[in-house]
């Protein structure tokens, strides 16, 4: 993976600094750095820096800055997925004055006060891979619909279980808009069309894997005839499927995942993991960083946009002011092994 210059930066600079990748601003929002007038600084604020996930997403971005004029890139998130943590960020991008901000919240209600201090010095405020629908964000670029992600997780569960059984959520963040729509329509979705699963518990451990993995572990001891699990973010995901192969009860318990394919091939090879229900999250970060642009300049979003060669038909509903990338995939032991993240 190519490394951000956003990272490449960060060890020559003090702990509490800024992080810039690249020295331009200007464009239509509200910066006013040493960029030229055509120039867009677009910052973005993930959950935590340095997943595999949110560092996908930043070369996808990269990419995009190569590909687009008067692009620059900012990423810089928390290195503890916290929400006091994250807004210390967002403070940093406020006080440089990025003519666009996009933040993926770890807790959209305690961000939003911030989000409304940013709009109102200038910035153009969005969201990408979680929402603050209540904030003043003007744009959500979403990676793929709740119904989407919710139905075909627990599709790909119930095959695994054979449509039987007891079954239980890791989750991450307890108040992560995205997690927490995709584990209702999980919900729904199984008591219509998967009456004989049934949800023991829904836990959240953080982003942590090691944590992912002990909430699973808790959980099949708590529930003996627990049959599935599902690991609601990249890191449990990952959780999760370790934590059935360290208790030796593959093929007893299965899980599925929404899972980085490069972190879940060795799972998904061995059969701890049934399923990783994702995206292609260097194209999710690509049409961030495009999307981050069109606000910049003003422009207006079509009801599909073609955004390059990989990226042709993203939806835009003005109704919710939602660019969507497109349905998720499902990885498995053989196409997984094809992405490098």
């Not at 953080?206 to 973010?233: H, R, S, V, W």
């Amino acid at each position: 993976m190519k490394t951000s210059r956003a990272l490449k930066t960060a060890a020559g600079l003090a702990a509490g600094g800024l992080l810039l990748a690249g020295c331009a601003a200007g464009g239509d929002g509200g910066g006013d750095g040493g960029g030229g007038d055509d120039t867009v600084t677009v910052a973005f604020v993930p959950k935590l820096q340095g997943s595999p996930y949110f560092e996908a997403m930043n070369t996808g971005a990269e990419q995009a800055m190569e590909d687009i004029d008067g692009l620059e890139w900012i990423y810089q998130g928390p290195t503890d997925a916290s929400a006091t943590a994250q807004a210390d960020v967002v403070r940093s991008m406020i006080q440089q004055q990025v003519d666009v901000l996009i933040v993926a919240p770890n807790d959209p209600d305690s961000l939003a006060p911030l989000m409304q201090e940013a709009a109102d010095a200038g910035i153009k405020v969005a969201t990408s891979d979680t929402d603050a629908p209540d904030s003043v964000r003007e744009l959500f670029v979403s990676q793929a619909t709740a119904e989407g992600i919710g139905t075909t997780t627990i599709d790909t569960l119930a095959e695994a279980m054979g449509e039987e059984g007891e079954y239980a959520i890791v989750s991450c963040g307890e108040t992560a808009e995205n997690l927490n729509s995709w584990i209702e329509v999980e919900q729904a979705h199984q008591e219509e069309a998967y009456p004989d699963m049934e949800l023991v518990e829904i836990g959240y451990s953080g982003e942590d894997q090691a944590a992912n993995a002990q909430m699973a572990t808790d959980f099949m001891n708590a529930y003996p005839d627990l049959k599935g699990l599902i690991g609601q973010c990249t890191t449990s995901a990952v959780g999760v499927a370790q934590a059935v192969r360290d208790a030796g009860r593959v093929d007893e318990v299965f899980s599925v995942g929404v899972g980085t394919p490069a972190s879940m091939v060795p799972y998904l090879e061995e059969g701890s993991s049934s399923g990783s229900i994702l995206w292609d999250v260097e194209q999710f970060g690509y049409l961030t960083a495009w999307a981050g642009v069109q606000l910049g300049q003003g422009n207006e979003f079509d009801e599909t946009n073609a955004v390059n060669d990989d990226i042709t038909a993203a939806e835009y509903s003005a109704d919710d002011s939602t660019l969507l990338l497109g349905p998720p995939t499902v990885f498995d032991a053989e196409n997984a092994g094809d992405y490098d993240y």
